[in-house]
């Protein structure tokens, strides 16, 4: 009889579940290490701060030519950039401008906070 033939035939030992190495004492000054040994802080904000809020400003994509593109979305034509994609529409995609890393403006979040009100007023009547 090989014994070797009953432990291909056992279930695996099921994995111990994971613990952090530290308690979390103040959730608002959280400290990791990443599996190359880099150690991060996370700072939340504190309880009831309110936090800003944008659409994506890039979306990359791969062309009918096989190209690499990413190309800069102001705000409120995420899903118009989207529908494009979806329906291969090329040429209509090609008319954004390229992404360089144009960032956020003030501007930016306050149309979006604007977009999200108006949405809320049209599903509470």
Do not use: C
């Given at each position: ?61 791969t ?53 999200h009100?108006?949405a ?6």
């Amino acid at each position: 009889m090989d014994p070797n033939k009953d432990k291909a035939k056992a279930e695996p030992e099921p994995e111990p579940p994971l613990v952090p190495l530290t308690k979390i004492t103040d959730p608002n000054n959280v400290f990791y290490t990443d599996e190359n040994g880099v150690k991060y802080r996370v700072l939340l904000p504190p309880p009831g701060t309110r936090l800003k809020g944008a659409d994506a400003n890039s979306m990359s994509y791969t062309d009918d030519k096989g190209v690499q593109k990413e190309i800069y979305l102001p705000q409120g034509t995420v899903k118009t950039a989207w529908d494009h994609l979806e329906n291969e529409r090329w040429d209509e995609l090609a008319k954004f401008e390229p992404y360089t890393g144009q960032g956020y403006t003030e501007e930016d979040f306050k149309a979006y906070e604007e977009s999200h009100k108006q949405a809320e007023a049209q599903e509470n009547k």
